[in-house]
């Protein structure tokens, strides 16, 4: 088993930025590849992005690359999804998720392990 606890959400302005973490603890961390995704009110749950284990490879869904950046420390059993430049339609709550190294990491239904998620509130 694998538990996942996500924080650093909160209320920020428009063009503001957040840093969210998600420890670990439980299996090695290091063996899984790790997610984030995020849910809207009333929308399904999306791929924000992604990073294999040993952190060289990470994956971004189209619309938030250059704006999101997601890393690891595996000695802290932490990853991190950095957001900048936040829009009001990034406003949700977002997950992390932790799955077999080989999984495509976009399908959510891929990832094992899930926290309970850390809201985002932008305002305009």
């Known amino acids: 088993q694998v538990q996942l606890v996500e924080s650093g959400g909160g209320l920020v302005q428009t063009g503001g930025s957040l840093r969210l973490s998600c420890i670990a603890s439980g299996r090695t961390f290091s063996n899984y590849a790790m997610g984030w995704f995020r849910q809207a009110p009333g929308k399904e749950r999306e791929f924000v992005a992604a990073?294999?284990?040993?952190?060289?490879?990470?994956h971004y869904a189209d619309s938030l690359k250059g704006r999101f950046t997601i890393s690891r420390d595996n000695a802290k059993n932490t990853v991190y999804l950095q957001m900048n430049s936040l829009k009001p339609e990034d406003t949700a709550v977002y997950y992390c998720a932790a799955g077999l190294e080989s999984i495509v990491v976009v399908k959510k239904n891929e990832y094992d392990y899930w926290g309970q998620g850390t809201q985002v509130t932008v305002s305009s």
């Open positions: 990073i294999r284990w040993s952190g060289s490879s990470t």
